[in-house]
């Protein structure tokens, strides 16, 4: 018999400020790197932007009252540095602020446990204007400044907060694919960044503990597992180097405080190796997270990929239209190529619930560490009909997941929440708004008129009836 799920488990869903919020210029706010970004022509799909979102920011109360007649256990949402800070740093701006502590409230008087995420990637503008934000040291004082007051402001309020939301991903679009703020193609500066992005990280990470805050504190990953295609042995060792290159890479630093062997030797081979100082190991080594998040949503198969005439990285699929992404990899090291074993979205993101137990027991086994999931779900078209969303594909998927979180805990995983991606429809970075996630539908028509409705989905029937079981259906 399979695991039951804790009594005080976590069952949640997620949202990320940018994504939702709108409001993009009110109460003060300052302007993030993604508020210009969406600016650039051709930067995101149909030139969609977040400047009203799904106006959360405005409905929040009508959000979070759909949220407690479902009976959701935990919200995760990030909150927006430019509200806090619009120069990145110096005065508070109390409306920002406030908003927050609106929010927060909202929640716990409707008993549902906040989830806050501190880095979303909408870095502000002024940072990086000042110093080129991650790609300068100073990142890692200014960071701390923002989690500190944050920190002060919702002690005790707060229980539970991710320092960095994907920094893998974030990293990746940002300086090597230029699909994401500052838009750059450059490996040595993206190993760099990624080193003070762990700096900072560690350093809000110890934040957290010295100042005794009640609760846990851990990073999100954007994890994907790397199977091999096949056992051709050159074939599972081009997996074990995107599992090095893609995975350990980023989980050794944040759980063991250093970085993989192989990792580096490649990096110093390749003239790609980052500049750090003594006390930077020190500082990694002494950050302990509570939790590990992970963003869960696919698995990748891997094939060699020979170092003269290898495939490079390529783009991912932004034209929700299956099977035009290409292959992609490092000459040398593993290119991803497509698996004939599981099912793909219309964005060609595979769909492998048996991935997801296996990443659990993968991080349970190096690491042992408890993990929050802290996303999964399925981005795709969805049709209102006669008033109703019938996302019975969405109820598949979800479901099968949970399956593999009870069949991972069973194998002596421990989760600690589950949090789909996304509450409401909201925007996807590349993707624009036909891409939806969420258990509200958020109409689009009717945008121009400011509507943009709520409109429940079958499978938000689907997750309040399987909260109210604690997870068994
Ligand atoms: C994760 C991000 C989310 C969200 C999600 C879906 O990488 O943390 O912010 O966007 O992916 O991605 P997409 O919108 O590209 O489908």
Redesign the pocket.
Known sequence: KLKAFPKNFLWGSAS?AY?VEGAHDEDGKGLSVWDNFVRIPGKTFQGTTGDIAVDHYHRYKEDVALMAEMGLKSYRFSIAWTRIFPEGRGEINRKGLKFYTDLVDELLAHDIEPVVTLY?WDLPQALEDEYRGWESRRIIEDFVNYAETLFTAFKGKVKYWVSL??QN?FTQHGWVLATHPPGKVDMKLFYQVNHHANLANAAVINKFHDMAMPGQIGPSF?YTPNYAIDANPLNVLAAENAEEMLAHFWMDVYCYGEYPIAALSYLKENDLMFETEVSDFELLKSAKPDFLGI?Y?QTAANAWNPKEGGVTLGKMNTTGVKGSGGEQGIPGLYKRVTNPAVERTN?DWEIDPVGLRIALRRITSRYRIPVMIT?NGL?EYDKLESGKVHDAYRINYLEAHVKAIKEAMSDGAQVIGYHT?SYTDLL????GYQ?R?GFVYVDQDERMEGSLKRIPKDSYYWYKSLIENNGDY
Do not use: D, F, R, V
Not at 428 to 431: A, G, I, Y
């Open positions: 990320a994504q979303h939301n994907e991903i954007a963003n949503y964005w996303e981005g991606w996807s970075w590349l993707n891409k996630y």
